[in-house]
């Protein structure tokens, strides 16, 4: 962050992270109260994993490679993975979704209203 605010200087930087819990750590915050408002930090919220197709691939892979082997090094781990993706590759389907529209706006409201609370009290 540190690098992102030099570059640029003098401008408004709004950042879109995760859930995770470092966005609450005393470091986090203190650094957020010196950029002053200049750094406004976003959170998705708790609840809206399933918004990002990424975690829901993260989650496959992770039952059904990482979990379900034992690696003896980096590179092994990578090569079970890119085989599982060229496996998954040659038969693959959309992941469907499962929500109605409704649930996905409600939803898309709650996380503004999260949003916008976290703002609040970030600047």
Not at 90 to 96: E, G, L, R, V
Not at 112 to 121: A, C, N, P, Y
């Amino acid at each position: 962050m540190r690098k992102v605010v030099a570059a640029y200087f003098g401008t408004k930087i709004h950042v879109v992270l995760d859930n995770a819990s470092v966005r609450t750590s005393e470091d986090t915050v203190t650094w957020l109260a010196k950029q002053k408002g200049r750094v406004v930090f976003h959170f998705t919220s708790t609840s809206s994993s399933w918004l990002n197709q990424i975690e829901i691939w993260n989650g496959i892979i992770t039952r059904q490679v990482i979990r379900r082997g034992t690696f003896s090094s980096v590179k092994i781990l990578e090569n079970q993975i890119e085989s599982f993706e060229t496996k998954w590759n040659i038969d693959c389907a959309p992941i469907n979704w499962t929500a109605t529209a409704d649930e996905i706006i409600d939803k898309v409201r709650s996380i503004t209203l999260d949003m916008e609370r976290l703002s609040v009290l970030y600047v």
